[in-house]
């Protein structure tokens, strides 16, 4: 069959080839379509071109055309775009259509004359007038941005529409867009929606990207992830920046594909590479968390470089935090305020937020308590937690701001109510002491317990001591010394202090001296006067043997006094910040029966000869016998 095919073209060829030798234009110009395509003959495109000049100089519109285009692409005659113009103006005064496109093309980009946007799309109106497809599509774009005519977006998409429904694949794709935006016709997405899909099914990527785009937010079509996913697939299969983002981040958040941290950063990657600024910024979160490659600070910081220099605030507020804390960078805080401001001044509400830390606290900026509370402001109207809270403090403590309770209790409710541990530890201090709100221990209690549950070390004691007093709970001494454990475990010197006076005194959990010593000393170390002064009585429970093992040894040597000024360290690190304890005798020295040294054993106060109640704890005195 393919055989006998061939034999007809080449019988046709010779045939044609007589009658142009014979001076037919139109079988010149067949014979020069059948040397350009290598139809019955070899292709020969010097050959092919020959036989469109003895044609056109004969006027045929088709092959002064086709001779314009050997000019315009060097193929056959040495390349000449000037005589390319003078072929294609020929045949368009006679009205051939796919020269009047040509020479609107040349006209748009400055081929063989000068540039001239008007004639182009004179010419391409030509073409289009003709219902020529491409000529349709070419001057719809050209009302769209207004060049070489006024923009004219009702005349748009009457022009994309006359290609669209040619089949023209731009030209869906631009009527698409116009529905979708309400650009020259009422919005309507059902029917953008139905041109993209036109335009993607004949593979146009931005198409595909839109169609996939519509699934994923449901607009115009019921939303399917996994309908987004295969059509983002498609347009970033052929190259398209946007549809490869968003392929790296459905896999990253799993939806619509199973989640695949390998894949997010092949296609993150891929988008990068093409200088996507969000994908260069997703990148570089991966390589900074370990998400799908192994941790790299050196590769975050390059690629959130790469994406903040673009101007993406997400990547500048990162890597502000790459500088701020010397992570793939040497630290820099003044290049960390650069980058958070960059970040703050498009709104980026973190970054708002970590630029009024830096005035906060006078890192790589002077401190400057009103402009970090100008940037909290900014950070906590966009619903940032940590910003509000910090403004609450701001108001709370009169800094950059009048002192405001009521304001500071605003904010830290906005805080709280995003379940921001410190904002509802602040808020429940305001209950507790009736700050900027009327004193309520329930609500006090309320947040305490937010918070606690959170792991907030300063809620969890003032929890305790909610459960322990009855303040807004039910009086329970089990769970205050719950709370307090938590509060100690976590290194916290007042619940240390309290779970010490549980032990001691039988408050929810068992009696325990070792326990109580344990506890204050963890306390005392931290500079509790209360534990300290506590423990000011060690050197009686040794000496007495009271509640602990009688040891002389440790009555005299297991004691340490601290001073206001200075510290005096023995061999456990117990201490006593009081100048009764320091002025104390210890056991053994000379002075320790001196009548006129009274002291409580309690609390260790120095005490009136006849005193019969400690004026420092309050207990009683024990006479000697």
Known sequence: MAFSFFNKEKRAVEQCTKAAEQGDARAQYKLGLSYDNGEG????????????????????ADAQTNLG?????????????????????????????????????????????????????????????????????????????????????????????????????????????????????????VKAVYWYKKAAEQGHAWA??????????????????????????????????????????????????EKNMVKAVYWYKKAAEQGHAKAQNNLGACYDNGKGVETDKKKAAYWYTKAAEQGDADA?????????????????????????TKGAEQGHAWAQYNLGACYDNGKGVETDKKKAAYWYTKAAEQGDADAQTNLGACYHNGEGVEKDQKKAVEWYTKGAEQGHAWAQYNLGACYDNGKGVEKDKKKAAYWYTKAAEQGDADAQTELGRCYHLGWGVEKDKKNAAYWYTKAAEQGDAWGQYQLGECYYEWKGVEKDMKKAVY??????????????????????WYDM????????????????YLSAETIIQGSIGVYAKDDAIVNRPVVGEKGYDDPKNIYCPYCGRKLPVDARFCMGCGKKLEEEE
């Open 69 to 189: 285009w050997c000019y315009h692409n060097g193929e056959g005659v040495e390349k000449d775009q000037k005589k390319a113009v003078e072929w294609f103006t020929k045949a368009a005064k006679q009205g051939y259509v796919l020269a009047q496109y040509a020479l609107g093309v040349c006209y748009e980009y400055g081929e063989g004359m000068e540039k001239d946007k008007k004639k182009a799309v004179y010419w391409y109106t030509k073409a289009a007038e003709q219902g020529y497809a491409e000529g349709q599509h070419l001057l719809g774009w050209f009302y769209i941005h207004g060049e070489g005519v006024e923009k004219n977006m009702v005349k748009a998409v009457e022009w994309c529409m006359k290609a669209a429904e040619q089949g023209h694949a731009k030209a869906q794709n631009n009527l698409g867009w116009c529905y979708d935006y309400g650009n020259g016709v009422e919005k309507d997405t």
């Open 316 to 340: 500048q507020t990162n890597l502000g935090w790459c500088y701020h804390n010397g992570e793939g960078v040497e630290k820099d805080q003044k290049k960390a305020v650069e980058w958070y």
């Open 545 to 560: 043997g009271e509640e602990v093992e009688k040891d002389q040894y440790k009555a005299v040597n297991n004691v340490t």
């Open 519 to 540: 506890w204050y000393k963890k306390a005392a170390e931290q500079g509790s006067v209360l534990a300290q002064n506590k423990l000011g009585n060690i050197r009686r």
């Open 208 to 257: 595909q990207y839109s169609v996939g785009w519509h699934y994923a937010w449901g607009e115009g079509v019921e939303k399917n992830m996994v309908k987004a996913v295969y059509w983002y697939k498609k347009a970033a299969e052929q190259g398209h920046a946007w549809a490869q983002y968003s392929v790296g981040w459905h896999y990253a958040w799993g939806e619509g594909v």
């Open 41 to 60: 003959v070899e292709k020969d495109r010097n050959k092919a071109a020959y036989w469109f000049m003895k044609a056109a100089e004969q006027g045929d």
